[in-house]
Nanobody, 117 residues
Framework: QVQLVESGGGLVQPGGSLKLSCAAS????????MAWYRQSEGRQRELVAT???????VYIDSVKGRFTISRDNIKATAYLQMNNLKPEDTALYYC???????????WGKGTLVTVSS
């Protein structure tokens, strides 16, 4: 059974940093496009960042220059380094793994990030 397990969330003051991890129990992790989404209260889930199998990263405008997505194919883990956090970054952050050609798409259960003084 495929599992994605997020960790690293918590409470941090504005301007602080957190690093989220997503450990994947999938075969051929390197063939999956990985992504981080977030959902805050009363809002729809939004895509934050993606990283392709080749390592190309894409970000939404609001996190550019502050967040960095990365992956370690040996450890089958994706990461989201978040710096200069703002209160509006407060959300439940989800990891997603997609292998589109094989119609495979998996989600983790999320890790909560709260940015507050």
């Amino acid at each position: 059974q495929v599992q994605l397990v997020e960790s690293g969330g918590g409470l941090v003051q504005p301007g602080g940093s957190l690093k989220l991890s997503c450990a994947a129990s999938v075969i051929r992790f390197s063939w999956y496009k990985m992504a981080w989404y977030r959902q805050s209260e009363g809002r729809q889930r939004e895509l934050v960042a993606t990283i392709t199998t080749g390592g190309t990263a894409v970000y939404i405008d609001s996190v550019k220059g502050r967040f960095t997505i990365s992956r370690d194919n040996i450890k089958a883990t994706a990461y989201l380094q978040m710096n200069n956090l703002k209160p509006e970054d407060t959300a439940l952050y989800y990891c997603n793994a997609e292998w589109r050609s094989q119609n495979m798409n998996y989600w983790g259960k999320g890790t909560l990030v709260t940015v507050s003084s």
